[in-house]
């Protein structure tokens, strides 16, 4: 009389057909994960290159090129350093008037602050005049590579 249960041999075998999907999906849901990443990279490039388009639009100058004036303003709720336009105005925070201009100047561009690359983590810069437009990261290459 045979007991109830199952053999090692069939044990063995739905071990390795879990093995056989786990090796062909697996791949597929990293790879899909990277081009979500380098997806979400370039509509953070497209948002920061609308966005600097308005900054310029509305106060008639450039942001400087490694949009700092946006990112220490929203990491420290304030800008405390000279700050140099494209025109080569400056601003300084001293000055409580223009101290407060830049505030809010970086507030109403980018409440939350710069958005970083989800890929690498790193931020973007700005290419110079006449372009004006992210073309890559600060700290590594301008694209990403499956």
């Known amino acids: ?14 071990v390795v057909l879990i093995s056989i999907l786990a090796a062909i999906l697996i791949p597929r849901f990293t ?3 990277k081009q979500a990443k380098i997806q979400s990279c370039e509509m ?3 948002i920061i290159n609308t966005m600097t388009e308005t900054f310029y639009f509305i106060e008639g100058t450039w942001p400087n090129l490694d ?5 220490h303003a ?7 350093s000279v700050w140099v336009d494209s025109s080569n105005t400056e601003f300084d925070p001293a000055v409580p008037a223009e101290k407060a201009a ?3 100047l970086a ?3 980018f409440p939350d602050g710069i958005p970083t690359c989800p890929v690498d983590e790193t931020s973007y810069e700005l290419a110079p005049s006449p372009i004006f437009r992210v ?3 600060r700290e590594g290459s301008g694209t990403h590579e499956l």
């Open 107 to 109: 507030g109403k561009y």
């Open 1 to 14: 009389m045979r007991s109830k249960g199952f053999t090692v041999i069939e044990t063995l075998l739905i």
């Open 74 to 80: 929203a990491e420290n709720g304030a800008y405390d």
């Open 67 to 71: 949009l700092d004036v946006f990112r």
């Open 135 to 137: 073309t890559s990261h």
């Open 31 to 33: 790879i899909g994960s």
């Open 102 to 104: 830049l505030t809010n």
């Open 44 to 46: 953070n490039r497209s």
